[in-house]
């Protein structure tokens, strides 16, 4: 085999795995306005929870971030899930959106009810 022809198979496996990357699959969101709690659930299947896992999850209240949360490891193998405190009116519209390392981002909404 070339020279050539090594380097061209060396690069196509080294970036390979990205494509079988899986970005977030899922994001539910529930908000207890008596316990003015946001409950995040991130669905993300990974083999490879030390390479391959949710980098983060933003939370915005009618557009303004209102916190982040960021991860080096993802300690279970299908999903991420997180409580925060926020204290949101009828009609606001809290956004969550999360990034793996790997693959792109996913987003939802919820209108506070």
């Given at each position: 085999m070339s020279r050539k022809n090594f380097l061209i198979m060396l690069?196509?496996?080294?970036?390979?795995?990205?494509?079988w990357a899986v970005p977030p699959s899922?994001?539910?969101?529930?908000?207890?306005?008596?316990?003015k709690n946001l409950h995040i659930?991130?669905?993300?299947?990974?083999?490879?929870n030390r390479k391959h896992y949710?980098?983060?999850?933003?939370?915005?209240q009618n557009d303004a971030e209102v916190k982040s949360f960021h991860y080096v490891v993802q300690e279970q193998?299908?999903?991420v899930a997180e409580d925060l405190f926020l204290e949101a009116n009828k009609a606001d519209v809290v956004r969550v959106k999360a990034q793996c390392t790997e693959s792109g981002?996913?987003?939802?909404?919820?209108?506070?009810p």
């Open positions: 690069f196509i496996l080294e970036f390979s795995g990205a494509a899922k994001i539910e969101l529930s908000y207890d306005p008596e316990k659930e991130v669905d993300h299947v990974t083999r490879k949710i980098r983060y999850i933003n939370v915005y193998s299908s999903s981002p996913k987003e939802e909404a919820l209108v506070i």
